[in-house]
């Protein structure tokens, strides 16, 4: 048993890199379900096997790493995010993903209401985290459950739910793609112009860059944390959401400058997120996943209205079948599916669902805290 602070961090580094490796080395096990699942998977099994000890200095370490990691990520989650480009894209694509990510709230918060006298007093937590995740990504659905303290098991039942309809979803947006002519002349569709393509840091990454772009985070957030409880606090604008919210500042300040080239900032962010990931699951809380049969109701009755709705919206603003693909898949997938899709109908397309996809980390936090904020109290009364 594992009982001292290094072992336990040695313990999450390692079951936080394993199955990214894996996906790399035997890619078919991941197909369907991410490395990041594998991994809170693992880890939960793990600590409900007792494998390290619940005692005070690994409860530090744990409590540390979400209040640390979190705000570091988010920031370099948001270099990645210039804001120049993506309202290059023009009317229409901004128009679509407008309704795409409207689309999931509003469907979301339909399908809670319908469901929620089957799901425990704190399902509208989870629903808020699937709501950060379908507009934006997995470390939105992170941010979200952080910021509205969630409890660790609506936050891993919020991450298996999200994995299951996401597969099915992305499965049926693939199969739509030879229709898409005959549903472009249903909507009497335009087709959209290009952007041009996206900046991409150049050069490979080094350790030097990898550190830099660590400090610099871990800087930001802990300025930030410092600087959030002299702000106001009002509602939903609690410290947690103000270090958010000054982090995202500060990595779309960087966004637009020379120093986000600098390669290195998407693969520390994304290491930062399978720690803390892997940090939130060695509690080893399986208290919420007996809800996960109700939830995953809940996220494929939401993408029902998605879809619904997003026809719909086609229909009305001539949208083709292409675009609204990309906009819902770059919310509900984000960057890793999004592409593929786009390259699925035109290659050219795949700067589009890039720059979507970036917009929806940009505004999925936000996303899940507003639909939190209006269900808690809906919550508080049905129950």
Not at 78 to 91: H, P, Q, T, W, Y
Not at 273 to 293: M, N, Q
Not at 313 to 336: C, P
Request: hydrophobic fraction near 60%.
């Amino acid at each position: 048993m594992i009982e001292s602070a290094a072992g336990f961090v040695a313990a999450v580094l390692g079951l936080a890199g394993l199955f990214p490796v894996l996906a790399v080395h035997w890619p078919r096990p991941f197909r369907v379900v991410p490395p990041i699942v594998w991994s809170y998977v693992a880890t939960t099994i793990l600590a409900l096997w007792g494998v390290w000890a619940d005692v005070p200095a690994i409860a530090d370490v744990r409590r540390e790493s979400s209040a640390r990691l979190l705000p570091a990520l988010v920031f370099l989650l948001m270099v990645g995010c210039d804001l120049r480009a993506i309202l290059g894209l023009g009317s229409r694509a901004l128009a679509a993903f407008a309704c795409a990510a409207g689309s999931i709230v509003l469907g979301l918060g339909v399908a809670w209401r319908v469901w929620h006298g089957l799901l425990p007093p704190q399902g509208w937590q989870a629903v808020g985290c699937l709501a950060g995740s379908w507009v934006g990504g997995t470390a939105n659905l992170y941010a979200v459950g952080q910021a509205t303290g969630a409890e660790p098991a609506m936050v891993g039942a919020a991450l298996v739910v999200d994995t299951i309809c996401y597969a099915a979803w992305v499965a049926l947006l693939f199969a739509t793609v030879p229709f898409a002519g005959r549903f472009d002349r249903w909507s009497g569709a335009a087709r959209i112009a290009v952007p041009v393509a996206v900046d991409e840091p150049s050069g490979p990454t080094t350790p030097g860059h990898a550190l830099l772009w660590l400090a610099a985070a871990l800087t930001v957030g802990n300025a930030a944390a410092l600087a959030a409880p002299r702000l106001p606090a009002d509602g939903p604008l609690t410290p947690a959401t103000w270090t958010l919210l000054l982090v995202s500042l500060a990595g779309l300040a960087v966004a637009p400058t020379p120093v986000a080239r600098i390669p290195g900032a998407g693969g520390v962010g994304s290491a930062l997120l399978a720690v803390a990931v892997v940090s939130l699951a060695s509690a080893g809380d399986v208290k919420g996943l007996e809800a996960v049969g109700w939830l995953v109701a809940v996220g494929f009755t939401a993408l029902a209205i998605h879809g619904l709705l997003l026809a719909a919206a086609a229909r009305a603003f001539g949208f083709e079948l292409a675009l609204v693909g990309i906009a819902s898949l770059a919310s509900v997938g984000g960057i890793a599916s999004a592409p593929l899709l786009a390259a699925a109908h035109r290659r050219e397309l795949v700067p589009v669902a890039v720059l979507l996809a970036l917009l929806g980390y940009l505004l999925g936090t936000w996303a899940g805290i507003g639909l939190s904020a209006l269900l808690s109290p809906l919550a508080g009364a049905a129950s």
